[in-house]
């Protein structure tokens, strides 16, 4: 009994078929441990990645900390409208915004080697839900800005104080070591997977 030609060229092809998609799927699922798949081909992509988010996360957690403690602190001496408070409150939310969308990309980054796809799928969720919140800050810092420019504008110009920033170098030792342990961590992440 002899096989139809077209009937073992399709069986063939059906197999070979199946023997690609799960090589190809076998391949996604190692890509997917190691990296997302927009990073995974990249690895020094995927460092700059892990080193920025994770500095943004820590930098703008600072800056957001100091001024909410300058608020805090001048509550009783600074007005809500004052020049001095507006000011602290827009680098807050600058602050807020920078770390919460820092914050929502390095924990994604950082947790994508884990290979739990439920760890995953819960990040990325939380991901979206910090995203918005992020770029609401920035609004309300955005906004803030254009309302009170004048204002901050007009009191600078009363009585302009000599602005010195070279004196105010070693306040940048703190976030140059933030820096370089999220460039060491991000190196040590990707050149250990």
């Avoid at 996604?28 to 020094?44: E, G, H």
């Avoid at 957690?61 to 007005?79: C, E, N, P, S, V």
């Avoid at 600058?94 to 884990?114: D, K, M, N, Q, V």
């Avoid at 955005?142 to 010195?164: C, F, N, S, W, Y």
């Amino acid at each position: 009994m002899e096989l139809d030609p077209s009937l073992a060229d399709r069986s063939r092809c059906r197999m070979n078929a199946t023997a690609t998609s799960n090589y190809i799927g076998e391949a996604m699922r190692n890509a997917a441990t190691l990296a997302p798949p927009s990073l995974a081909d990249n690895p020094t992509l995927l460092a700059w990645n892990l080193f920025v988010m994770t500095a943004a996360t820590c930098l703008g957690t600072m800056m957001a900390g100091k001024q909410a403690r300058r608020l805090w602190a001048f509550r009783h001496i600074d007005h809500p409208t004052h020049p001095v408070s507006i000011y602290r409150i827009i680098v807050f939310l600058a602050g807020c915004a920078i770390a919460s969308r820092g914050a929502a990309e390095a924990i994604s980054l950082w947790s994508w080697s884990s290979g739990d796809v439920a760890t995953v799928e819960r990040v990325a969720e939380m991901k979206r839900y910090f995203d918005p919140a992020s770029i609401a800050c920035g609004f309300i810092w955005m906004g803030l800005h254009m309302l009170a420019e004048p204002m901050i504008e007009h009191q600078l110009r009363k009585t302009p104080l000599p602005v010195d920033m070279w004196s105010r170098w070693p306040q940048l030792r703190r976030p140059a070591l933030v820096l370089v342990v999220s460039l060491l961590m991000a190196g040590a992440a990707v050149g250990l997977r």
